[in-house]
């Protein structure tokens, strides 16, 4: 399958979408330009400027969302107009920030943390996994992470699917009624199941986990047993997110990055860090809402 172009936004680094059934629309970060994108069903989009980077944005049940900025958990209005501080996050870490999250089944929010110490090739497993709780208490899950990404819930609420991006694998966790029990299992797949390194993921309705490919310029389908049943190709090297949406559920869009691309690159792939969009036989699952 191939992926059309659905917004020429060109994002620094486009992340963490998801449709929000309050709205039916489609949201997004530009984590490096610290602003939020929403998208409505008429295709009018609107940006929103934040106050610093956000790692993730997640609907709550009420009006509003939790933002994860660098260093910080923090509720914003649906105008995202007004912040208010949850909690802090490894402020004694000044090279870590908050990546990738995921609301989970029982209303709590699974976030992770991830190292931006300038060269790349010092960057260590510092970061941490934690839980938001619905009642707003903070519970670190694990650590030695590099860069989080990939989480996700099987469509039971009973697995959640993590990737420490350089690491390479898809993780998975068993987890228990409220966070009653969370034990890490077999690994979904390795690092070499498909083209580039794990990003962001979702689920569809049959369980099967769909996960972006950093600079291997695809999406990819694992079916339970960690096997590629389907594959759909981007014309440019760095898909970040997917999320289902659309009233069927039935659109898988993608973000993308336009950051750590040369010059030739971004020639040859002008629309690098714009959302794109494929057409699903299988849909979505809803998103869930946050309960805080």
């Not at 912040?83 to 490894?90: A, M, N, Q, W």
């Not at 310029?217 to 949406?245: E, H, M, N, S, W």
Request: charged share 25%; hydrophobic share 40%; with cysteine.
């Amino acid at each position: 399958m191939d992926a059309r172009l659905f917004f020429d936004c060109r994002n620094a680094l486009g992340e963490c979408c998801f449709w929000d059934p309050r709205d039916d629309c489609l949201w997004w970060t530009d984590i490096e330009r610290s602003c939020v994108w929403r998208m409505d069903a008429d295709r009018n989009a609107t940006r929103y400027n934040l106050p610093g980077r956000a790692g993730f944005i997640l609907p709550r049940q009420g009006p509003g969302f939790v933002i994860g900025f660098p260093n910080q958990v923090a509720l914003a209005d649906q105008e995202l107009k007004v912040f208010s501080k949850l909690h802090d996050v490894e402020p004694d870490l000044p090279h870590t920030r908050i990546n990738d999250a995921a609301v989970d089944p029982f209303g709590g929010i699974v976030f992770g943390t991830a190292d931006e110490t300038p060269d790349m090739e010092q960057r260590r497993p510092v970061g941490n996994v934690y839980r938001l709780g619905p009642g707003g208490e903070l519970e670190k899950l694990f650590g030695d992470v590099v860069l989080t990404n990939g989480l996700e819930f099987s469509p039971d609420g009973q697995t959640m699917y993590f990737a420490d991006t350089p690491d390479g694998r898809i993780r998975r966790f068993r987890v228990g009624a409220d966070f009653s029990e969370f034990a890490e299992i077999a690994p979904l797949a390795g690092r070499d199941a498909a083209p580039g390194l794990p990003d962001g993921g979702t689920v569809d309705a049959e369980g099967n986990y769909w996960n972006a490919r950093v600079w291997g310029g695809c999406v990819v389908r694992f079916d339970a047993g960690g096997q590629v049943t389907a594959r759909i190709d981007l014309p440019t090297k760095g898909p970040t997110c997917v999320a289902f949406g659309g009233v069927s559920l039935k659109r898988l869009f993608i973000t993308t990055l336009s950051v750590r691309h040369t010059e030739d690159e971004l020639k040859a792939a002008p629309h690098a860090g714009s959302i794109f969009v494929a057409d699903m036989d299988i849909p979505g699952t809803r998103q869930h809402l946050c309960a805080l």
